[in-house]
């Protein structure tokens, strides 16, 4: 099953990501406090999975993503697919190509990615009341995305 791993905010453009324990995701805007979320942008979040990240032995968030999944293809996601988060409810709005800024994080890097990375923006209707969830629930249900740290298996 799918699972939120990381969770990830711009606090200005230009400096590192901030790494969050929740974050507040706001309809047609994307992440509260993140510089990069907009009204009405098809570029609110970003997601990478971390199994990306791992086979090409990069740290979660140093593609500025948003939020690193675990157990999804996010390459596999179609532009307009839904996806519920926490209590968001995200679609993907297109496919995000490997930009010059990647060769910031590694020279060749660019080339690297074989697959990029998808944005997505939450969507406007709330079925569920706010309340918290841990990351193992957040992948199921839908406006508030809560990371806490996974018990020992």
Same mark, same amino acid.
């Given at each position: 099953?799918?699972?939120?791993?990381?969770?990830?905010?711009?606090?200005?453009?230009g400096?590192?990501?901030e790494e969050l324990?929740q974050?507040?995701?706001?309809?047609?805007f *994307? $992440?509260?406090g993140?510089?990069h979320?907009?009204?009405?942008?098809? @570029?609110?979040v970003l997601l990478?999975d971390?199994? =990306? /990240?791992d086979?090409?032995?990069?740290?979660?968030?140093?593609?500025r993503?948003?939020?690193?999944t675990? *157990? $999804?293809?996010v390459n596999?996601?179609?532009v307009?697919?839904?996806? @519920?988060m926490?209590?968001?409810?995200?679609e993907? =709005? /297109?496919?995000c190509t490997?930009?010059?800024q990647?060769?910031r994080v590694?020279p060749?890097?660019?080339?690297e990615l074989?697959?990029?990375p998808?944005?997505v923006v939450?969507c406007? @209707?709330?079925?569920?009341?706010p309340r918290?969830?841990?990351?193992?629930?957040?992948?199921?249900?839908?406006c508030r995305?809560?990371?806490?740290p996974s018990?020992?298996?």
């Amino acid at each position: 099953m799918a699972s939120l791993h990381d969770l990830f905010r711009a606090p200005k453009k230009g400096l590192p990501m901030e790494e969050l324990r929740q974050a507040q995701m706001l309809a047609d805007f *994307g $992440l509260e406090g993140c510089a990069h979320a907009r009204a009405g942008s098809d @570029r609110q979040v970003l997601l990478v999975d971390r199994e =990306t /990240l791992d086979a090409m032995e990069l740290q979660p968030g140093i593609l500025r993503e948003n939020i690193t999944t675990n *157990g $999804l293809k996010v390459n596999s996601l179609q532009v307009g697919q839904r996806l @519920r988060m926490g209590e968001a409810l995200l679609e993907v =709005t /297109l496919v995000c190509t490997p930009c010059n800024q990647m060769e910031r994080v590694r020279p060749g890097l660019r080339k690297e990615l074989w697959g990029p990375p998808r944005h997505v923006v939450p969507c406007p @209707r709330r079925r569920h009341p706010p309340r918290r969830r841990s990351h193992r629930e957040a992948w199921r249900l839908t406006c508030r995305c809560t990371l806490e740290p996974s018990s020992p298996a």
